[in-house]
């Protein structure tokens, strides 16, 4: 097995140990692990990875999401090997750790989607009529509107925020989680299509606050 390669299917249950055998256990394990044995990761997955799973899928509450959890939680455990320190703790309780990281991670991404869907149907959603509005004003949403759903979805979600929040790319930044380089060059590109899909004269501004 590679480092990567983690079982997607539950693992089998072992027979109890006493409990000094389970402590020498594992100690062999944890050592093997920090060597970079990828045996140990996978003996480590075939004792624990029900528990990761079983406690993703409780604070989840959706058991297929939380087997990608499970998946996150030991590809972390081989990566972050060499930070294991026997002496703060078992195995176990250091893998519990990852996994309630990675569940909080988890439950954060499912809300900046939920906002980012919220947003874009917002695009989608036609605006109530107001007889006093003024035409212009109206036509110019329509057109950003439509140039927008010309946009990649993930521009398309930064570029509602910032239009329809009034956020600044940092605050885009700080909704979404995702880094501040990544939003500017989204959203860099994307007034770059919009500008190109909106005639030169008479259209509104274009502009997003840094």
């Known amino acids: 097995?590679?480092?990567?390669?983690?079982?997607?299917?539950?693992?089998?249950?072992?027979?109890?140990?006493?409990?000094a055998?389970?402590?020498?256990?594992?100690e062999r394990l944890s050592a093997a692990l920090v060597a970079g044995?990828?045996?140990a990761l996978t003996d480590a997955y075939r004792r624990w990875g029900t528990l990761v799973h079983t406690l993703a899928t409780r604070a989840i509450g959706d058991a297929r999401e939380a087997e990608d959890v499970t998946q996150q939680v030991f590809l972390a455990v081989w990566r972050g090997r060499a930070g294991y320190r026997p002496e703060r703790g078992p195995?176990?309780?250091w893998i519990v750790g990852i996994t309630r990281r990675k569940?909080?991670?988890?439950?954060?991404?499912?809300?900046?989607?939920?906002?980012?869907?919220?947003?874009?149907?917002?695009?989608?959603?036609?605006?109530?009529?107001?007889?006093e509005a003024d035409p212009e004003s109206a036509l110019d949403r329509v057109l950003v509107t439509q140039a927008l759903r010309g946009l990649t979805?993930?521009?398309?979600?930064?570029?509602?925020?910032?239009?329809?929040?009034?956020?600044?790319?940092?605050?885009?930044?700080r909704r979404t989680?995702?880094?501040?380089?990544?939003?500017?060059?989204?959203?860099?590109?994307?007034?770059h299509r919009l500008r190109g899909s909106l005639?030169?004269?008479?259209?509104?501004?274009?502009?997003?606050?840094a």
């Open 103 to 131: 569940t909080a991670d988890a439950l954060s991404a499912r809300t900046r989607r939920g906002t980012l869907a919220a947003a874009a149907a917002a695009v989608a959603a036609p605006e109530p009529s107001r007889p």
């Open 37 to 39: 044995d990828p045996d």
């Open 177 to 191: 989680g995702l880094p501040l380089g990544t939003v500017k060059s989204h959203v860099r590109r994307g007034l």
């Open 1 to 19: 097995m590679v480092a990567t390669d983690v079982p997607r299917e539950a693992p089998s249950a072992l027979p109890r140990r006493a409990p």
């Open 91 to 93: 195995l176990v309780a």
């Open 153 to 173: 979805p993930v521009q398309r979600d930064l570029l509602c925020l910032a239009f329809y929040e009034d956020l600044t790319q940092a605050q885009i930044a």
């Open 199 to 209: 005639a030169p004269d008479e259209r509104p501004a274009l502009r997003t606050a």
């Open 21 to 26: 055998e389970e402590t020498g256990q594992d």
